[in-house]
């Protein structure tokens, strides 16, 4: 039978007559009253709604007329007949004045701000001496601090950044940059759609069209933002993660424009000794296209477990805008040419802080995020 049962009872029905068993019982209640204050204490630590559960444990102990202390008043002590009331009122008494002192609202740190604090203070003025409220400040999530850092050399180049909705047109996503729908290059893209008209986009290079339609040339923009895929989860994919799009677009952008570029980009980010290579690869969005790669930041090109003894990581697909891609951002290939750039920034976190798992991003494991 649970405290709260025995409460709703009367000592008779319990089958409580001799002095024993009551001071027993009522041992038992204090024992209850022990445990309960003790494991809110224990919760209070950790988490910081303790003052509503302050009050629901006071509530369910000291409550006029249905808590359990009042319920033992009715039942037990009220209900006892006149030769034992001295011994139980006894017992009684000293139950309350534990659960009291147990439970009082002063010595249950939670409920101190709603309840002591709006009680006395008013009359005696707060107390100084008394530790404030600690709040645990939260950190910035290490994505966020690398897209940040990404940002911020491109913004010292004189890039600005330019953001776009999740949810995208399969024309910005697709065919304006040159993958038609009968193109088997749309099947690299594992995407995830919402109709046949739109989906969650899969890359930012979307944002380049809307940019050049809305900017027109000459535009320098970096965009970053959230990208979806159909990938199932493992060590280095995840159906949701982030990119960072560049785009310059001017007159005379040449190939040397984009190498120059993005080999600063390189030293600022992995340091001064990193070293950069180029080689050719494809991209419907551009033309020629490459793919970037640094030399190890770890082994500074020796060749390591991180770049598979490669001596080389690679970062980013990159190219020359394609001209019908400048034409589908209503921009004329004639007079303007440009240069882009596209790269994952759980890859960059994961070489800048050593992280293995791209999954750790996204568990909102305290222990992990409180490290950055
Ligand atoms: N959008 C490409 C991807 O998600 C990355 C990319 C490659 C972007 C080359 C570009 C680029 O702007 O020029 O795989």
Same mark, same amino acid.
């Given at each position: 039978?649970?405290?709260?049962?025995?409460?709703?009872?009367?000592?008779?029905? +319990?089958? =409580?007559?001799?002095?024993?068993?009551?001071?027993?019982? *009522?041992?038992?209640?204090?024992?209850?009253?022990?445990?309960?204050?003790?494991? *809110?204490?224990?919760?209070?630590?950790?988490?910081?709604?303790?003052?509503?559960?302050?009050?629901?444990?006071?509530?369910?102990?000291?409550?006029?007329?249905?808590?359990?202390?009042?319920?033992?008043? %009715? #039942?037990?002590?009220?209900?006892?007949?006149?030769?034992?009331?001295?011994?139980?009122?006894?017992?009684?008494?000293?139950? &309350?004045?534990?659960?009291?002192?147990?439970?009082?609202?002063?010595?249950?740190?939670?409920?101190?701000?709603?309840?002591?604090?709006?009680?006395?203070?008013?009359?005696?003025?707060?107390?100084?001496? =008394?530790?404030?409220?600690?709040?645990?400040?939260?950190?910035?999530?290490? $994505?966020?601090? $690398?897209?940040?850092?990404?940002?911020?050399?491109?913004?010292? +180049?004189?890039?600005?950044?330019?953001?776009?909705?999740?949810?995208?047109?399969?024309? #910005?996503?697709?065919?304006?940059? #040159?993958?038609?729908?009968?193109?088997?290059?749309?099947?690299?893209?594992?995407?995830?759609?919402?109709?046949?008209?739109? =989906?969650?986009?899969?890359?930012?290079?979307? $944002? %380049?069209?809307?940019?050049? &339609?809305?900017?027109?040339?000459?535009?320098?923009? $970096?965009?970053?933002?959230?990208?979806?895929?159909?990938?199932?989860?493992?060590?280095?994919?995840?159906?949701?993660?982030?990119?960072?799009?560049? +785009?310059?677009?001017?007159?005379?952008?040449?190939?040397?424009?984009?190498?120059?570029?993005?080999?600063?980009?390189?030293?600022?980010? *992995?340091?001064?000794?990193? &070293?950069? &290579?180029?080689?050719?690869?494809?991209?419907? *969005?551009?033309?020629?296209?490459?793919?970037?790669?640094?030399?190890?930041?770890?082994?500074?090109?020796?060749?390591?477990?991180?770049?598979?003894?490669?001596?080389?990581?690679? +970062?980013?697909?990159?190219?020359?805008?394609?001209?019908?891609?400048?034409?589908?951002?209503?921009?004329?290939?004639?007079?303007?040419?440009?240069?882009?750039?596209?790269?994952?920034?759980?890859?960059?976190?994961?070489?800048?802080?050593?992280?293995?798992?791209?999954?750790?991003?996204? %568990?909102?494991?305290?222990?992990?995020?409180?490290?950055?």
């Amino acid at each position: 039978m649970t405290i709260d049962e025995k409460a709703a009872k009367t000592l008779d029905e +319990l089958g =409580l007559a001799d002095s024993n068993g009551v001071g027993e019982l *009522f041992a038992e209640v204090r024992a209850a009253i022990e445990c309960e204050v003790d494991s *809110f204490r224990r919760r209070e630590a950790s988490d910081s709604d303790s003052a509503c559960e302050a009050k629901t444990l006071r509530d369910r102990w000291l409550a006029r007329g249905h808590g359990l202390i009042a319920q033992i008043d %009715q #039942n037990w002590l009220k209900a006892t007949p006149k030769e034992s009331r001295g011994m139980v009122g006894a017992e009684f008494n000293r139950l &309350r004045q534990y659960a009291t002192s147990q439970i009082d609202v002063d010595s249950l740190p939670g409920a101190r701000k709603t309840t002591s604090a709006a009680r006395g203070e008013a009359a005696r003025g707060p107390d100084l001496t =008394l530790p404030g409220n600690q709040r645990e400040l939260g950190s910035i999530h290490p $994505v966020t601090r $690398v897209q940040r850092e990404l940002e911020d050399i491109f913004i010292g +180049l004189g890039f600005r950044i330019e953001t776009g909705p999740e949810i995208e047109s399969v024309y #910005n996503n697709f065919d304006a940059l #040159n993958i038609p729908e009968s193109h088997p290059s749309r099947d690299d893209w594992d995407t995830l759609y919402i109709d046949s008209t739109t =989906l969650l986009r899969t890359h930012t290079s979307p $944002v %380049q069209i809307r940019a050049m &339609r809305k900017h027109g040339a000459p535009l320098y923009i $970096v965009t970053p933002g959230k990208c979806y895929r159909n990938e199932n989860p493992d060590a280095t994919h995840s159906a949701m993660f982030h990119q960072i799009e560049g +785009l310059a677009v001017d007159t005379d952008i040449t190939f040397a424009d984009l190498k120059g570029t993005l080999d600063f980009f390189a030293k600022k980010f *992995f340091g001064e000794r990193t &070293r950069t &290579r180029f080689q050719p690869s494809f991209f419907p *969005f551009t033309e020629p296209s490459g793919e970037m790669a640094a030399s190890c930041p770890f082994c500074g090109g020796q060749g390591c477990r991180t770049c598979k003894e490669s001596g080389w990581i690679e +970062l980013m697909g990159c190219g020359m805008v394609h001209p019908d891609v400048l034409r589908h951002g209503g921009i004329d290939p004639e007079r303007y040419s440009g240069w882009a750039f596209g790269l994952g920034i759980e890859r960059f976190a994961m070489l800048k802080y050593d992280i293995g798992e791209i999954q750790n991003f996204f %568990q909102s494991d305290v222990r992990f995020l409180k490290q950055f």
